[in-house]
């Protein structure tokens, strides 16, 4: 009797083992692992861009009403001023009538002062040329140009007047002066070519040596090819042979010339 009941036991294990023999063989799956849990970015967060700080300059705002101005003539572009001078002028250009203010008031109406102008020919509107010359009359009662012979003529010392000021709606432009000179009535501008330094030089020796007349030259300052020069043109009293200039060069700009500092910035030792 024990003898069958140990037989029927070892019956059933051999049974339940080769059940379990089938269930591997036949597919059944070991138990699924659980996900492995996400790893964190171990990496450093990038800062958050840096805003600019520094403010935004502010934009130009010219002293002189050029909008009023232009509503008045449209040919007037700039205005001229000679500190601690009475000459304190708008500047104007006809585009194609080059004399047209030789005897012009700004209003157009003829008047023997005339007005402050330069021409189209030679000169644009943004005084970017290498040359400007601004013409006016020499007037008895120092208006327009008839004050410029008295303050730089021959030994005159110019030290503290020798500042020319020219406005335009967007800039202003700061010129040394640095030569009070008598010069031939010939046309400059059309005898010189100031884009080419050989002939701008040569108008420069002119100047400096006094060739025409007396020359009131400030050696501390005096111009080179290198700079963009002002000229203030007009006639000298008893002697139609002969003009009276007083010239500056261009020392500074108001909003300052991003490309000029650039420039300069380049020449200085790395």
């Known amino acids: 009797m024990k003898k069958k009941l140990y037989l029927t036991l070892a019956l059933v294990c051999v049974l339940a083992a080769g059940g379990l023999l089938f269930a591997v063989l036949h597919g059944r799956s070991a138990p699924t692992p659980p996900p492995t849990p996400p790893q964190e970015n ?10 600019n700080t520094e403010p935004e300059p502010e934009p130009y705002e010219s002293p002189i009403d050029f909008a009023a101005l232009q509503e008045r003539n449209g040919d007037i572009y700039a205005w001229l001023n000679l500190p601690g001078t009475p000459v304190d ?13 030789l005897r012009r008031s700004i209003d157009g109406s003829w008047t023997i002062a005339g007005s402050l102008f330069t021409q189209a020919r030679y000169n644009g509107l943004t005084f970017d040329d290498p040359c400007t010359i601004i013409y006016g009359h020499r007037m008895n009662n120092d208006d327009m140009f008839g004050s410029l012979r008295r303050l730089y003529y021959g030994d005159a010392d110019f030290s503290e007047i020798n500042e020319i000021v020219i406005y335009l709606p967007d800039k202003e432009l700061h010129y040394q002066i640095f030569a009070g000179s008598v010069y031939s009535n010939d046309h400059i501008m059309y005898y010189f070519d100031f884009h080419d330094p050989a002939q701008y030089q040569q108008f420069l ?43 500056g060069k261009l020392v500074s700009q108001v909003p300052a010339d991003e490309t000029e500092e650039m420039s300069e910035m380049s020449k200085m030792p790395g």
């Open 205 to 247: 020796d002119n100047v400096y040596s006094g060739r025409y007349g007396v020359c009131n030259v400030d050696e501390s300052a005096k111009a080179s090819t290198d700079d963009r020069i002002l000229i203030l043109a007009t006639c000298l009293k008893n002697d139609p042979n002969h003009r009276f200039l007083v010239i």
């Open 89 to 101: 002028y708008p500047v104007l250009q006809h585009p194609t009538e080059d004399e047209y203010y």
């Open 42 to 51: 171990t990496e450093p967060t990038p800062p958050p861009p840096q805003e």
